[in-house]
C-alpha cells in the first residue's frame, strides 16, 4: 500500500486529498497545526499535529515516522495574506510571514522528510503552487506579495529537481485551479472535489521524467 503524507490537511484542499487517497486505497497521513481540526480527517486517515513554519515540530514529526517510507510527500499548506497588494497597497509586515508560510515551510517539510520518500517505492514530491506564481503567464500584475511567494516556491522545487535527482526522487509543482475555498471564495469556477479529481491523476500520473516541471491540475504544463 503506497503512503502519501498531506500537510495542512486539516481542511480544504489539504482534507479533500486526504479524503481522495483514503478513497484510492492509499495509507494516508495529514499534517494539522490545531487536532479539532484533524477531527475532519477521514476515517482511516491518521494524523499528527505538526506546525510546519515550526522546525522544532517538523522535527518530532521526523522522529515519529523515522523509517517510515512516504511515496508522496504533498507540501499543502499555504497562505495568501491580503489581498489587492501592489505599489502603495503593500504590508510590509505580513509579507514575510507568507513567504515563511509559502516557501521556508515546504522547504524545511522536504529537509525533514527527504529520507523517508528515498525509502519509498514512488520516491516523489508535490507543491502545491499557484499559476500566480507563474513568471511568463504573468498578464494581470498586482498580488505582488502573493505572487512573490508562490515564484520562490516554483525556484526551489525547480532546484530541488535537480538537487534530489540522484536520490531518484521526482518533484512537480501544481496548480489546482480556482477553486471554492476560503482562499478561492465563492465565486470560484472549481469545486474542492473537481479540483482534487484532477490533482490526483496528476500524482499518479508522475514520472521521473517529469521531475522538476510545473502542471494544472488537468495535467496540462504551465510556463515558469
Not at 182 to 189: K, L, V
Not at 196 to 208: C, K, N, S
Amino acid at each position: 500500500m503506497p503512503t502519501i503524507l498531506i500537510t495542512g490537511a486539516g481542511r480544504g484542499l489539504g482534507l479533500e486529498l486526504a479524503r481522495r487517497f483514503v478513497d484510492l486505497g492509499w495509507e494516508t497521513l495529514g499534517t494539522v497545526r490545531d487536532l479539532s481540526k484533524g477531527a475532519a480527517m477521514p476515517r482511516g486517515s491518521h494524523t499528527f499535529l505538526c506546525d510546519v513554519t515550526d522546525r522544532s515540530a517538523l522535527g518530532r514529526l521526523a522522529r515519529d515516522l523515522k523509517g517510515k517510507p512516504i511515496d508522496v510527500l504533498f507540501c499543502n499548506a499555504g497562505m495568501y495574506g491580503k489581498r489587492q497588494q501592489t505599489v502603495g497597497n503593500v504590508d510590509y509586515d505580513l509579507w514575510p510571514e507568507v513567504m515563511r508560510v509559502n516557501v521556508l515551510a515546504p522547504m524545511a517539510c522536504v529537509d525533514a522528510l527527504v529520507d523517508n520518500v528515498a525509502a519509498s517505492d514512488r520516491r516523489q514530491i508535490v507543491m502545491m503552487s499557484s499559476r500566480m506564481g507563474s513568471i511568463g503567464e504573468n498578464g494581470a500584475g498586482g498580488e505582488v506579495v502573493y505572487r512573490s511567494s508562490k515564484a520562490a516556491l516554483n525556484a526551489v522545487t525547480k532546484s530541488l529537481s535537480i538537487d534530489l535527482k540522484p536520490r531518484g526522487i521526482t518533484l512537480a509543482a501544481v496548480h489546482p485551479g480556482w477553486v471554492q475555498t476560503d482562499m478561492g471564495g465563492p465565486n470560484a469556477t472549481l469545486t474542492p472535489a473537481d479540483s482534487i479529481a484532477g490533482l490526483a491523476q496528476v500524482v499518479l500520473g508522475l514520472t521521473p521524467e517529469k521531475t522538476g516541471r510545473f502542471f494544472n491540475y488537468d495535467g496540462t504544463e504551465i510556463a515558469w
